[in-house]
């Protein structure tokens, strides 16, 4: 049946569009306006928003994941992982682990103290380590859209 995969897809699109925007949302618009003064207290208004974001984002990319290895499965398309040619696959499942990793356990263990404690002491610096980890996370993110897309339709 030709039905799963079309939804199976549908639904990891869906899941990326949603993770991966928000996560430009985050970097490209609230974090700069953060730094630029759009809050009296910066540190707490990103922890209420990066919150919020958060829980939806665990969803997303737990979506992602089980749509992405449901895919894997159905096309028959582990040996893949074998070849660099593949690249986008393995690109695919690395930023689905740092994500899955720092929702799931660098966050809730130790990256929401450690966010707080170095804010105390120094919240513009902070700020502008947090604007650059989300900008190196994102370009990742973005890049491997960009070859799942070319890569799944034939290459170049
Ligand atoms: C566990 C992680 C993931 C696995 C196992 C996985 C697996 C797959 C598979 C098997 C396909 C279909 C490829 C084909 O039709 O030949 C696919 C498509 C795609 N994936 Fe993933 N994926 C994962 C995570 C991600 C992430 C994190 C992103 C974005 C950053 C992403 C973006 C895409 C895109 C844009 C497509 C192309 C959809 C299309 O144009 O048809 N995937 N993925």
Request: hydrophobic share 60%; no cysteine.
């Amino acid at each position: 049946m030709l039905a799963d995969l079309a939804l199976a897809r549908a639904l990891h699109v869906l899941a990326v569009v949603h993770w991966i925007g928000g996560v430009a949302m985050v970097t490209w618009v609230i974090l700069p306006a953060l730094r630029d003064g759009a809050a009296d207290d910066p540190t707490a208004m990103f922890e209420r928003i990066e919150g919020r974001f958060s829980w939806q984002a665990k969803i997303s990319t737990l979506l992602a994941g089980l749509s992405g290895f449901y895919l894997t499965d159905r096309l028959f398309a582990w040996e893949r992982f074998a070849e660099p040619a593949f690249w986008w696959m393995h690109a695919m499942v690395a930023v689905w682990a740092i994500f899955t990793f720092v929702l799931f356990v660098a966050e809730p263990l130790f990256l929401h103290r450690w966010f707080r404690a170095r804010a105390a002491r120094d919240p513009a610096g902070t700020l502008k380590l947090v604007i650059r980890m989300h900008r190196v996370l994102l370009t990742a993110s973005l890049v491997t859209v960009a070859g799942a897309v070319i890569g799944a339709h034939g290459g170049l």
